[in-house]
């Protein structure tokens, strides 16, 4: 069966420090593959998506970046966080030839 | 006008009651269209997808209006473990991309 992992599950980080989040899925090949950020209160804003390796597609301009070095594998990064990239961060996929979006865990951030 | 929308609530109703939620799209051309599942501070679950002739699963009812572009999801009998955030989610484009946009969510309470 198919399953997604995010880590860490949460995770507090001082105001220009760099960040990496990981996120992998395992039981699936060529996955598209989906971070959101979600603020408290707020619904899941798309940060970026990736269809393949090495493919990978910025929603919004932010302070973040994304990186899919293998099939089933998906790192959001930071070089300098700020304030408000805090948030809770949930990965997402969708299996070859489907459409349902199934979530990661998520990590929650906080820039401090 | 956002392209998806809901109303947040909060939706406070007693044990047994029959509620309902809508979310509207600003997208004609959508296909896809889901409701989640959001328990607090956990990641959202697929509750149904919203098909064209409407489907149901248990107590739960979930309708598509495209000529008026929204989808609906009725709530029979409630529980009070349905005590969630409701997220709709529509897709965003035609393409293979998968992406989905959320609506920011219906919180519902359900009292004993």
């Known amino acids: 069966s198919q399953t997604i992992h995010q880590w860490p599950a949460t995770l507090v980080q001082p105001v220009g420090s760099p960040l990496s989040l990981e996120c992998t899925v395992e039981?699936?090949?060529?996955?598209?593959l989906y971070w959101y950020r979600q603020a408290a209160g707020r619904g899941l804003q798309l940060l970026f998506y990736?269809?393949?390796?090495?493919?990978i597609s910025s929603e919004v301009p932010q302070n973040l970046s994304a990186s899919r070095p293998q099939d089933r594998q998906f790192i959001l990064s930071s070089k300098k966080l700020l304030l408000s990239d805090s948030g809770f961060y949930l990965c997402?996929?969708?299996?070859?030839?489907?459409?349902?979006?199934?979530f990661g865990a998520g990590t929650r951030l906080s820039v401090l | 006008r956002k392209e998806v929308e809901q109303d947040p609530g909060p939706f406070n109703v007693p044990e047994g009651a029959t509620v309902a939620f809508n979310c509207t799209y600003s997208?004609?051309?959508?296909?896809?269209f889901f409701w989640y599942r959001q328990d607090c501070r956990k990641e959202p679950k697929l509750l149904m997808s919203?098909?064209?002739s409407g489907n149901e699963d248990g107590r739960f009812t979930a309708q598509l209006n495209r000529a008026s572009q929204y989808i609906s999801l009725l709530i029979r009998d409630s529980k009070l473990s349905d005590s969630a955030t409701y997220l709709c989610?529509?897709?965003?484009?035609?393409?293979?991309?998968?992406?989905?946009?959320f609506g920011q969510g219906t919180t519902l309470q359900v009292k004993p």
């Open positions: 997402a996929w969708i299996g070859a030839g489907k459409n349902i979006q199934y």
């Open positions: 039981g699936t090949s060529n996955p598209n």
């Open positions: 990736s269809v393949g390796i090495g493919q």
């Open positions: 997208n004609s051309a959508s296909q896809s």
């Open positions: 919203v098909y064209s």
């Open positions: 989610a529509v897709n965003k484009d035609s393409g293979n991309t998968g992406k989905l946009i």
